[in-house]
């Protein structure tokens, strides 16, 4: 990378249109993110100590969890680094490593509702082969495909975004170092890159969706089936959190990187939902919409308290 730029560092401008306002987005922020960590922590927590729970639908959720807390934990301290008014400047290699982690994370988790939704499938359609078809080896199975289809998708990106040169300007009119936002500052025709990474994000979120779809298509018939009221609202309050999410996950990425004339006020307000709000909802929706997740996050907080008063 050092043979192809100049530069050593970018600064981070930040979120547009939003000058005089770094205190108030920095109480805002300071209490997202740690709020974010630890309502993904307790589901941790909740899924790891009760045996009920050690099953392939809470095995999934724990891993999102996981990655709920690792993907704001991309772009947020860093943004409350500057907010506090510190140095705005991120060096060569740390942009290169923000951006391949971003979407490395993003695309993993992407890939991780997929194969929640196929999960759900399973449970719903095929509930007396659910255990013999979700079986440990296919879940961690599918859990390695996506990680090594989300290693390929980041390094592909990466790849393309930084073998232009990079000799100024280094000014970055984003909070953190993506793509749309890198790549105007290439001193070389930038036009592969941009087709190649629309084309990379968009296939992907193709991919996801269409499996997302089909999973709840054939959920959505099997619970018309299903005859009895008590019936159709058990199946469908399984499956109306995990959708909830997806909405929430999906959405924006189509509006960042699919959008035919890029809104960058509209593009960097998604962006921020999705970075550091998305990750604080799901815990919330996962929590307040499971019962069994709330049975075992009181048995956690009773096993706290009576420890502490012991």
């Given at each position: 990378?050092?043979?192809?730029?100049?530069?050593?560092?970018?600064?981070?401008?930040?979120?547009?249109?939003?000058?005089?306002?770094?205190t108030v987005l920095l109480v805002i922020f300071s209490f997202i993110y740690p709020l974010t960590l630890l309502g993904n922590l307790l589901i941790l927590l909740a899924i790891v100590s009760s045996s009920t729970l050690h099953t392939p639908m809470y095995f999934f959720l724990g891993l999102l969890s996981i990655l709920d807390m690792l993907f704001p934990s991309v772009t947020c301290p860093k943004?409350?680094?500057?907010?506090?008014?510190?140095?705005?400047?991120?060096?060569?290699?740390?942009?290169?490593?923000?951006l391949f982690f971003y979407h490395f994370?993003?695309?993993?988790?992407g890939c991780l509702y997929s194969v929640m939704a196929y999960d759900r499938f399973v449970a719903i359609c095929h509930?007396?082969?659910?255990?013999?078809?979700?079986?440990?080896?296919?879940?961690?199975?599918?859990?390695?495909?996506?990680?090594?289809?989300?290693?390929?998708?980041a390094s592909v990106l990466i790849a393309f975004v930084?073998?232009?040169?990079?000799?100024?300007?280094?000014?970055?009119?984003?909070?953190?170092?993506?793509?749309?936002?890198?790549?105007?500052?290439?001193?070389?025709?930038?036009?592969?890159?941009?087709?190649?990474?629309?084309?990379?994000?968009?296939?992907?979120?193709?991919?996801f969706w269409l499996c997302v779809c089909v999973s709840y298509t054939r959920i959505g018939i099997a619970i018309l089936r299903i005859r009895s009221a008590e019936?159709?609202?058990?199946?469908?309050?399984?499956?109306?959190?995990?959708?909830?999410?997806?909405?929430?996950?999906?959405g924006p990425v189509i509006i960042v990187y699919l959008q035919p004339t890029p809104n960058p006020l509209l593009g960097v307000?998604?962006?921020?939902?999705?970075?550091?709000?998305?990750?604080?909802?799901?815990?919330?929706?996962?929590?307040?919409?499971?019962k069994e997740v709330k049975r075992s996050l009181k048995m956690v907080f009773y096993n706290v308290v009576f420890t502490a008063l012991k």
């Amino acid at each position: 990378m050092r043979n192809h730029t100049e530069l050593n560092q970018f600064i981070l401008l930040g979120i547009p249109q939003t000058e005089g306002l770094e205190t108030v987005l920095l109480v805002i922020f300071s209490f997202i993110y740690p709020l974010t960590l630890l309502g993904n922590l307790l589901i941790l927590l909740a899924i790891v100590s009760s045996s009920t729970l050690h099953t392939p639908m809470y095995f999934f959720l724990g891993l999102l969890s996981i990655l709920d807390m690792l993907f704001p934990s991309v772009t947020c301290p860093k943004m409350l680094f500057y907010l506090s008014g510190q140095s705005r400047a991120i060096s060569y290699k740390g942009c290169a490593v923000q951006l391949f982690f971003y979407h490395f994370l993003g695309s993993t988790e992407g890939c991780l509702y997929s194969v929640m939704a196929y999960d759900r499938f399973v449970a719903i359609c095929h509930p007396l082969r659910y255990m013999l078809i979700m079986r440990p080896g296919v879940c961690i199975g599918l859990v390695m495909a996506a990680w090594l289809l989300s290693y390929l998708h980041a390094s592909v990106l990466i790849a393309f975004v930084f073998q232009l040169p990079y000799c100024g300007p280094n000014r970055v009119d984003h909070f953190f170092c993506d793509i749309p936002a890198v790549l105007p500052l290439a001193c070389a025709d930038s036009s592969l890159a941009r087709r190649v990474s629309s084309t990379n994000v968009g296939f992907l979120v193709l991919m996801f969706w269409l499996c997302v779809c089909v999973s709840y298509t054939r959920i959505g018939i099997a619970i018309l089936r299903i005859r009895s009221a008590e019936g159709r609202q058990k199946a469908f309050s399984t499956c109306s959190a995990h959708l909830t999410a997806i909405l929430c996950a999906f959405g924006p990425v189509i509006i960042v990187y699919l959008q035919p004339t890029p809104n960058p006020l509209l593009g960097v307000t998604v962006q921020i939902l999705n970075n550091t709000v998305s990750p604080m909802l799901n815990s919330l929706i996962y929590s307040l919409r499971n019962k069994e997740v709330k049975r075992s996050l009181k048995m956690v907080f009773y096993n706290v308290v009576f420890t502490a008063l012991k």
